[in-house]
């Protein structure tokens, strides 16, 4: 038990780390009327350094992490802000965090997943020894890292061999394949293909080979490059080679030729 408390702290103090790498970026206001109504949401002592994490934390909770719909740049490095229909006024930088997905995934790990936890009901963030910031466990879905939508890549049919590895009999498993350098997963939408393989129709063996048209579509997620094959259609059943090729002699060899009847003369 005292191994797994140490090794939560010592995750959450990475995850604060990561937040106060950030800190830097958010500008100390200045005592101008334009300002003075975002003292409020972050009081201008709590503007930079570790403190400018709780500005950070008042946002996300003022806001309960929506999304964000209309930006407008404003002077003196401000932005006026839509968020489900509400206008807020804010600092460019503190709109930046709010928008970095790095700082996101960290606010995620330091406040809505230990809530999520049993026996750990609320959060609280302090500077100069007061409470500035309390999240409750009804409060934690707000910290979560938003959903960022796939944006697609490529998205291209091929016609391709592959070789198989393992075959998947339930609605929605992929098989798995190889094309002679990789292995892949692939959901196989040729309709006609698997009815004559629920039918017994078509056999595998190892060393089979399946030509299909393969599409292949390649997306830029939050953690990465992601790539998904569908077989189209499985345009041949090739079975594996199992004897070695004999050529044949043709079925009646034409009779020879007076001319390599005769015996040649020695020279």
């Given amino acids: 038990p005292h191994r797994a408390v140490l090794q939560q702290a010592q995750e959450q103090q990475a995850c604060r780390n990561s937040l106060r790498s950030h800190c830097h970026q958010l500008p100390r206001l200045r005592s101008t009327r334009s300002h003075q109504a975002l003292d409020t949401l972050c009081p201008r002592r709590l503007i ?21 719909e209309k930006a407008e740049p404003l002077p003196d490095n401000l932005v006026r802000i839509t968020i489900a229909d509400t206008v807020i006024e804010i600092p460019v930088a503190l709109l930046r965090l709010y928008q970095d997905v790095a ?3 960290a606010t995620q790990k330091v406040v809505e997943e230990p809530l999520k936890k049993d026996g750990i009901d609320t959060f609280e963030a ?3 020894h007061d409470v ?18 796939d944006a697609t ?16 009999f ?16 692939a959901t196989i939408e040729d309709a006609d293909f698997l009815a004559k393989v629920d039918a017994n129709q078509i056999a595998f063996s190892k060393g089979d080979i399946l030509i299909c048209d393969v599409r292949v579509v390649q997306k830029q997620t939050d953690t990465g490059l992601r790539t998904d094959y569908t077989v189209m259609r499985v345009v041949e059943h090739r079975p594996g080679i199992r004897q070695l090729p004999l050529p044949l002699l043709p079925p009646n060899p034409p009779a020879p030729s007076p001319d390599q009847l005769v015996p040649k003369a020695s020279p």
């Fill in 132 to 149: 500035r910031v309390r999240v409750t466990k009804d409060e934690a879905a707000s910290f979560a890292k938003p959903h960022i939508a």
């Fill in 48 to 68: 930079g350094g570790t403190a400018g994490v709780v500005g950070l934390l008042q946002f996300i909770k003022r806001t309960k992490g929506s999304e964000v």
């Fill in 103 to 105: 700082v996101r995934t």
């Fill in 170 to 185: 339930k609605e929605d498993n992929k098989w798995r394949l190889n094309d002679g350098t990789n292995a892949i997963s």
């Fill in 126 to 128: 302090r500077a100069d």
């Fill in 153 to 168: 890549l490529v998205d291209d049919t091929r016609r391709s061999a592959f070789s198989i590895i393992s075959l998947a």
